[in-house]
């Protein structure tokens, strides 16, 4: 099991940028795949983008492919989201999650195991 704590969440105008953290406790760290997911008011929960174990290989949602980038940092057990050109549409709540025994480009949420609370992203139009 690891732990998830997201910051970085806030208001940012649309076409602005920001940069969520999520930090992880554990040794275990490198042995998950990790994936960012968002939550909209009166939407379903939504697929981000996922990194692998080693971080040399990410997987993104159509919707922000070319605009974010995940990365990760297994010595510090950090896993971040670089959000640019962001739109009104990327409101929501992010949370990162980790995934221990599925394939690293699983977007199915029910394949994480562990989930932060969430940061809140707010774009205004």
């Known amino acids: 099991q690891v732990q998830l704590v997201e910051s970085g969440g806030g208001l940012v105008q649309a076409g602005g940028s920001l940069r969520l953290s999520c930090a992880a406790s554990?040794?275990?760290?490198?042995?998950?795949?990790m994936g960012w997911f968002r939550q909209a008011p009166g939407k379903e929960r939504e697929f981000v983008g996922a990194?692998?174990?080693?971080?040399?290989?990410?997987y993104y949602a159509d919707s922000v492919k070319g605009r974010f980038t995940i990365s990760r940092d297994n010595v510090k057990n950090m896993v971040y989201l670089q959000m640019n050109s962001l739109k009104y549409e990327d409101t929501a709540v992010y949370r990162c999650?980790?995934?221990?025994?599925?394939?690293?480009?699983?977007?199915?949420?029910?394949?994480?195991?562990?989930w932060g609370q969430g940061t809140q992203v707010t774009v205004s139009s």
């Open positions: 990194i692998n174990r080693s971080g040399g290989s990410t």
């Open positions: 554990g040794r275990t760290f490198s042995r998950y795949a």
């Open positions: 999650a980790a995934n221990f025994f599925h394939p690293a480009d699983t977007v199915i949420a029910g394949h994480y195991d562990d």
